[in-house]
């Protein structure tokens, strides 16, 4: 069986797993009432909907580059709570941005929301539809977490930190939007705890972990972490840059919530008119305005730059890394696939 043959199986495997999941978890609340299936379709949706599989890729990737075996259903689990980790954190980021896309869809709380309006509940339908979103949040973790009851020790200890690190990263993302800080540093510092961590660094010590290898955590923190950060720099250039039909999320978010991305920071260091523009209400002519005075302030082309050495870092990392040789490839040629992507 070729290399690709084997992450794909197993990447049907994690596919398979959270499906079970979730409808035994359908099946069985809808006994209770019907708006419980509703609640835990509020996780499938996010899900099961258009997602990348980055983080359970990374996992199962740390697990055989390892040397651990294909069909050990831990590594299953583990890269199936990293997805449903995910989506708590996809939940609860569309409620603290206010987005009203993701993945192509309506968002969980602006669903909820119209639902709300809709029915003509009592109350108030934001507050409605963000609790239950939160809600649902809470439950894809408590699903996520259930899923690593029978990992080891030294892989509970890495799962631990990568829900802590998550949900720090979090906060310092939404109080330093608030408190207009422009801190280069700082914000590349939140990208890589809140995104890069949990998105590469993470998984891969996670499979490591799983197939008895602590001795690469130092390889795989040296391949992670750049890659992380490369990961959320590209993320921030798709957000200024990109279009909505082909991202499945709305563009320019992070300029109209202010968030202190190192793209902003950066801008905002070298031009003040980006802080008025961002404070100002968003539109086109805004939007349009805040891109081009990235172009020409040359700030994206200092990210891009910086995306670059990032991937290099990445690559120098594993290069000599006790890796099984068939799986260091694949590890080398996913930095362009992630660095680089349009989506």
């Known amino acids: 069986m070729s290399d690709d043959d084997v992450l ?6 994690v596919q398979r797993r959270i499906h079970s999941v979730l409808t035994e978890e ?22 099961t909907a258009k997602g990348k599989l980055l983080r359970p890729r990374f996992c199962l990737l740390g697990h055989l580059a390892a040397g651990g075996d294909p069909d050990d259903p831990r590594a299953v689990d583990a890269a ?3 997805e449903l980790l995910h989506s708590f954190a996809l939940l609860r980021d569309d409620v603290l941005d206010d987005s009203p896309l993701r993945r192509g869809a309506v968002t969980a709380h602006e669903r909820h929301a119209k639902d709300h309006r809709a029915r003509l509940l009592r109350g108030e339908p934001r507050r409605y539809g963000e609790g239950v979103a939160n809600l649902a949040a809470d439950l894809a ?22 829900r802590v690190e998550v949900t720090v990263g979090q906060y310092l993302d939404i109080a330093v939007a ?4 422009a801190d280069p540093e700082l914000s590349r ?21 799983l197939a008895g290898r602590p001795d690469l955590a130092d390889a795989f923190e040296g391949y992670g972490l750049p890659l992380g950060e490369a990961f959320q720099l590209r993320d921030d250039l798709i957000d200024a840059f990109g279009d909505s039909e082909d991202t499945g999320k709305p ?11 190192y793209l902003l920071t950066l801008a905002v260091r070298r031009d003040e008119r980006i802080r008025d ?26 990210v891009e730059q910086r995306i670059a050495h990032l991937v290099d870092r990445a690559r120098r990392a594993v290069a000599d890394a006790p890796l099984d040789p068939r799986w260091r490839t694949e590890l080398t040629d996913l930095t362009a696939r992630v660095a680089y992507r349009d989506r």
């Open 277 to 302: 523009l961002a404070a100002a209400p968003a539109g086109p002519d805004g939007a349009a305005r805040m891109r081009e005075l990235l172009v020409t302030t040359g700030v994206a082309d200092e």
């Open 80 to 82: 199936a709570a990293l």
């Open 178 to 181: 608030a408190e207009g800080v």
């Open 8 to 13: 794909t199986r197993s990447l049907d495997a």
């Open 26 to 47: 359908n099946t069985r609340w809808s006994a209770v009432d019907p708006r419980c299936a509703a609640f835990v379709d509020t996780v499938t949706a996010i899900t």
């Open 141 to 162: 973790h408590v699903y996520a977490d259930r899923l690593t009851r029978e990992l080891p020790a030294t892989a509970r200890a890495v799962w631990d930190e990568t």
């Open 251 to 261: 563009a320019g978010l992070d300029f109209d919530r202010f968030k202190m991305s």
């Open 189 to 209: 510092w939140i990208a890589v705890c809140k995104s890069g961590r949990y998105t590469i660094h993470r998984p891969l010590q996670l499979g490591a972990a």
